[in-house]
């Protein structure tokens, strides 16, 4: 799927039967998923030992939601105390505005950006060009697809649908005087020399934030390849982009979400670098962005966290676990699904970002086997939330609460009235014991086309007698 | 509407929404070291014998050697290695001793980045800086660059070599950023370094050195043994 036909999760039906039915793309998930879901368990051998931290995940992040508009108040007077501009976007429309009008003031013409989901759900590269700017992604997935004009199937390896015979391809194709290569050094190495300029001459570097600490100001990145770590040392303008649900109260909060994090992502006892950014060069150091921004995006976070019901969506940190270990996503990947969040933390959070009536469906791409919320190192009970929002998406919303965007979209006539029907006779017994004769004695008359049901088995048809007439003739 | 009132509108609309919703009572402050392993040891041989074996599985080279021998380890390194022009911060623990170790292959980190990028990113073979702190449980280095040592200095170089104590090992990241009480005040860019930069982004295989130094050579000082304290 490149070019400019983008996956929909409108779609999400018509593009996974399509996944389904290519065999190679099937195999290449399995074995990846396969692959992560060993290694994170080699991280974890103690369950004890697990479960404890995973406890004290859970309670650090519920307790930074609990106090969600104090800590990002805290967090913004320490930001701006350092020098850091803070910047509020309630859409991604707000979001692409701010950097572009950073991009102006600086007569910036490229941006560098690291790895950042966020910028991908305000479409961030496709706005900048429209508008002249060459974003660039240097995280190597992430690269290697923007350069095909493809997007992550993957929260945490984005490129996991590609093979070295594509990458190969690709960069001969669009990286000039790259040699043709199927070595993965040196693909890799192809990759870094193509980037090396970007990384320095860019005046503005682009990131996301793994975690914002609200007591000393802190932006906090995870990874492995050090682009991150250039994107925020090497231009002089640091921009970081992130939700408002990443703020954690305290810096001691860090360590144990940290190794929660690498452990259920890549299945690491650590990333190669943790970097801690805290405020813009100082008087005297020699490197260091003169400029740091914050942009915090809402884009439906607050839908989900003034519901009690739906705020522990929010408790997520991005590991991809619930992802590599859920039956669906494995079979479908993670473009079937045609929002920026694939598999079960795309199908709890897209909702709250993009509406329920685009993505009805995505929370029904569950089997329920509850695999996601055992994985989730922050507890959060996705199953439950799939329910709730499967409820939410058919059913006219509750008086009494603000309703969900889209709440009720997927609402049919035909169900309601089969449900009001089935609470009608099952309320009253007289009712139900005359239906239930005329079932038994018509059930000849049942269609042989059933919807859904017969599509792979043969139709439902009642039993020639009801249990309760059979009970009834034996006792005689 | 200029940017900036549009940002206080948005700030003023989010935090609205988020005031609107029903209290809910915050669960108390989450006890952090009760949830964490038990810690092991932060000093002493298997202390430092552990933090090697593990620095080495992140295929960090280790190179254990004494107060007085480091420069030497350095010079024998630079040579084994054909190193033309090895970066340096002025004014640290190592300085007085680094013109001795590498000669004429030693640069200054003087001037601004701005300035320097060029020679940064082309002609600069490794840089050495030294180390805050190291981290037994994952063999992982703590890096706080400064005015004297820019944190591209431990960045871009295809090869980082860091100047480890073996007097500030700490058994966790936890416990040493509680006892030195981080929290408090933090430098610009605090870092977190574990073996050299990779990426399995291709097919899932792994690549050392992605955008970060390619290689790591951790010059382990051996000052806990005879209470020198830093390398002199
Ligand atoms: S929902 Fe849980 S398992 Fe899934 S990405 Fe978020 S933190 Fe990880």
Same mark, same amino acid.
């Given at each position: ?14 593009? *996974? ?37 995973? *406890? ?62 966020? *910028? ?10 429209? !508008? ?21 199937? !993957? ?62 100001? *802190? ?258 | ?14 935090? %609205? ?13 989450? &006890? ?14 298997? %202390? ?31 040579? %084994? ?40 990113? &082309? ?66 860019? %605090? ?32 000052? &806990? ?8």
């Amino acid at each position: 799927m490149s070019g400019d036909r983008q996956p929909r999760p409108q779609d999400f039906k018509v593009q *996974s039967r399509a996944a389904l039915a290519d065999p190679a793309l099937r195999a290449s998930f399995r074995s990846a998923m396969d692959f992560l879901v060993d290694k994170r368990a080699a991280q974890f051998p103690d369950i004890g030992a697990y479960e404890r931290l995973r *406890s004290l995940g859970t309670r650090i992040r519920e307790h930074a939601l609990a106090k969600l508009p104090e800590l990002l108040e805290r967090l913004e007077q320490n930001l701006t105390a350092l020098g850091v501009q803070v910047h509020w976007a309630e859409t991604p429309s707000d979001a692409n505005r701010i950097f572009l009008d950073i991009a102006a003031r600086h007569g910036a013409q490229a941006m560098v950006k690291g790895k950042s989901m966020v *910028s991908e759900e305000i479409e961030l590269n496709r706005e900048m060009a429209a !508008h002249g700017i060459d974003c660039v992604e240097t995280d190597m997935g992430e690269y290697i697809l923007q350069l095909d004009g493809d997007r992550p199937s !993957h929260i945490i390896m984005p490129a996991i649908h590609k093979t070295k015979a594509d990458v190969s391809r690709i960069f001969a194709e669009k990286i000039p005087g790259s040699a043709h290569t199927e070595d993965v050094d040196e693909l890799i190495a192809i990759g870094r020399r193509a980037l090396r300029e970007r990384f320095r001459d860019a005046p503005i570097g682009v990131t996301g934030a793994n975690f914002l600490v609200a007591e000393t100001g *802190s932006l906090v990145l995870v990874e492995n390849e050090g682009n991150g770590r250039l994107c925020t040392s090497v231009p002089e303008v640091h921009v970081a982009i992130t939700g408002i649900e990443k703020v954690i109260e305290r810096l001691e909060h860090l360590p144990p979400l940290y190794t929660l994090l690498t452990r259920s992502a890549t299945g690491q006892a650590v990333t190669t670098y943790l970097n801690i950014v805290t405020g813009p060069r100082r008087a005297g150091e020699k490197d260091g962005p003169r400029e740091v921004h914050l942009i915090l995006l809402d884009n439906g976070r607050t839908q989900a966290w003034r519901d009690q019901r739906f705020r522990a969506t929010l408790q997520c940190i991005r590991c991809g676990a619930c992802m590599n270990h859920c039956p669906v996503y494995t079979r479908v990947g993670g473009l079937s699904y045609g929002t920026t969040y694939p598999g079960p933390i795309g199908a709890i959070v897209s909702p709250h970002l993009l509406g329920l009536d685009a993505t009805r469906d995505l929370p029904t791409a569950s089997s329920l086997c509850g695999a996601c919320g055992e994985v989730c190192p922050v507890g959060i009970p996705i199953p439950e939330l799939l329910m709730r929002l499967r409820g939410a998406a058919r059913r006219r919303p509750a008086p009494e609460r603000k309703p969900l965007r889209d709440e009720g979209a997927a609402r049919s006539r035909a169900e309601t009235l089969v449900w009001t029907a089935w609470a009608l006779l099952y309320s009253r017994a007289r009712l139900y014991r005359w239906f239930s004769w005329w079932a038994t004695r018509l059930r000849r008359l049942t269609p042989a086309w059933q919807g859904g049901w017969t599509r792979g088995r043969v139709p439902l048809r009642p039993a020639p007698r009801s249990l309760r007439e059979l009970l009834a003739q034996r006792r005689r | 509407m200029t940017p900036d009132t549009e940002s206080m509108r948005a700030r003023a609309a989010i935090l %609205a929404r988020l005031r609107a919703a029903p209290p809910v009572a915050a669960p108390a402050s989450p &006890d952090v070291a009760a949830g964490l392993a038990a810690d092991g040891a932060g000093s002493g041989d298997a %202390a430092v014998a552990d933090f090697a074996a593990c620095a080495r599985g992140w295929r960090a080279e280790v190179i254990e050697t004494t107060p007085t021998r480091w420069p030497a380890v350095l010079r024998d390194l630079a040579v %084994a290695r054909g190193l033309r022009s090895v970066l340096a911060g002025r004014d640290t623990e190592l300085a007085a001793r680094l013109p001795e170790a590498l000669g004429a292959r030693l640069r200054w980190y003087d001037e601004p980045l701005a300035a320097f990028k060029p020679r940064l990113f &082309d002609a600069i073979d490794a840089g050495i800086t030294t180390v805050r702190g190291g981290v037994v449980e994952t063999g992982s280095l703590v890096l706080w660059p400064d005015v004297r040592e820019p944190r591209t200095l431990s960045l871009v170089p295809p090869l980082h070599i860091a100047v480890l104590c073996a007097s500030t090992l700490h058994p966790t990241l936890y416990r040493m950023m509680v006892r030195e009480r981080w929290a408090d005040g933090l430098p610009t860019n %605090a870092l977190l370094v574990t073996g050299p930069s990779k990426t399995a982004d291709i097919q899932r295989l792994l690549v050392y050195g992605a955008h970060g130094p390619k290689q790591l050579v951790i010059v382990l000082v051996r000052d &806990d043994r005879d209470g020198t304290g830093v390398p002199a």
